[in-house]
């Protein structure tokens, strides 16, 4: 997240803490269908709407905007579907259309256009062709905490359900024309850089601390915010940072994973209040399950936190709900999170629908048609391709 343009939050921490989300969207030329290197274009049309709650990001194909701090998932819907409209409406002035899914269906050019920026070409130059995979969105999740200790050991609770996140938001089977053969093929891609994924399991802020300056030293960052490990706890705000899940195209799939990971988050803090610094599963077993879960998505296996055994995803998340059930129904989003996470268990999530997109006609056109149309509801599909189905 480019730095000046951080998404705020309440200071203040009680037993209902604010979220806010980050989302990433792709630009898309309507008629190719491609991915368009347009961002610089983009952003001074959207920031007349959004101001800082929108930026650039690594390359001139994406465009992240990032709510305020919500109090609940009303709060969260309205500021999703506000900001996907000033986007779509930006892109639209400049001929293009927005689509949220965690890799671009046909592809981008390689090596990817970096924004200017001098952090994102230092980037570049240190990473070399590992920046290939740059061009990849995600949702991230904030949640206020009380400050970077319990941050950092909230983060220890949450990494074993990292793989049921992943999974629950795979929305990224499709990548340069082709089916990868994964539901989250962007968890896989960004695996290659070198600080990346689940983080070690950290018994204090100052270690951790310790570790993002061995890291440092190394030159394995830039500077902090290029610390990808899938929970952070955030270098600029009172937060702690969820960061495994793909870009998800369904507005209220993201309102439900939202209220859950807070959910998961206000469970975490209390056990770490109580003295419980969170279960050390082994790195090669968090890893694995990564695997597991980028491959099989929300209706295969995963492997559970508890004991690393394959179970039915479905099995693992009827499990998290059972443990933050009591904190979503005091927040009274029980019902809601409950519905739309059964559906996703039950139908499958974005991955499964752009394959049944794609097997209509074999044509992934009508991939990136399906992710326009349904990253903003009111947006209709696009391209004359679309308009002689």
Excluded at 236 to 247: F, G, K, N, S, Y
Excluded at 337 to 352: E, K, M, N, P, Q
Aim: net charge neutral.
């Amino acid at each position: 997240m480019p730095r000046g343009t951080l998404l705020a939050v309440t200071p203040k921490h009680d037993a209902r803490p604010t979220v806010g989300i980050e989302e990433e969207y792709f630009l898309v030329d309507p008629l190719t269908r491609t991915v368009a290197p347009c961002a610089s274009r983009v952003l001074p049309v959207a920031e007349r709407t959004l101001g800082e709650q929108v930026s650039g990001e690594f390359t001139e194909y994406q465009v992240e905007a990032k709510t305020a701090p919500c109090g609940g998932v009303e709060e969260v819907r309205d500021q999703v579907l506000g900001m996907r409209a000033a986007v779509r409406a930006a892109a639209l002035r400049e001929g293009l259309a927005v689509y949220a899914s965690g890799t671009p269906v046909l592809g981008a050019r390689l090596p990817p256009p970096v924004r200017e920026d001098a952090r994102y070409r230092e980037g570049q130059r240190r990473y070399g062709a590992l920046t290939d995979t740059s061009a990849v969105c995600a949702t991230h999740v904030h949640v206020a905490m009380p400050d970077r200790e319990h941050a950092v050991l909230v983060g220890n609770h949450l990494r074993p359900w990292l793989p049921v996140l992943i999974a629950l938001a795979a929305n990224s089977p499709f990548h340069d024309h082709r089916d990868t053969g994964y539901a989250c093929w962007r968890t896989m891609a960004t695996q290659l850089l070198p600080v990346s994924g689940p983080p070690p399991h950290f018994a204090s802020a100052d270690e951790y601390d310790r570790a993002v300056s061995r890291l440092m030293e190394a030159g394995a960052l830039v500077d902090e915010a290029t610390l990808f490990w899938d929970v952070r706890a955030s270098a600029h705000l009172p937060t702690v940072e969820i960061r495994p899940m793909d870009a998800v195209t369904d507005v209220e799939q993201v309102v439900a994973l939202a209220a859950l990971v807070r959910a998961m988050a206000v469970l975490a803090l209390d056990r770490v209040r109580r003295g419980d610094t969170g279960p050390a599963v082994a790195d090669h077993v968090l890893r694995a399950a990564y695997w597991r879960a980028a491959r099989d998505g929300c209706t295969g296996q995963g492997n559970d936190p508890h004991d690393g055994r394959l179970r039915p995803l479905p099995h693992l998340v009827r499990r998290l709900l059972d443990d933050v059930a009591p904190v979503l129904d005091g927040f009274g989003e029980l019902q809601e999170v409950r519905t739309v996470l059964r559906d996703l268990c039950r139908r499958g999530g974005g991955a499964r629908q752009q394959r049944q997109a794609h097997a209509h006609r074999g044509d992934l056109r009508d991939v990136v048609d399906h992710l326009v149309s349904r990253t903003d509801r009111q947006a209709p599909v696009v391209g004359p391709h679309a308009a002689r189905r």
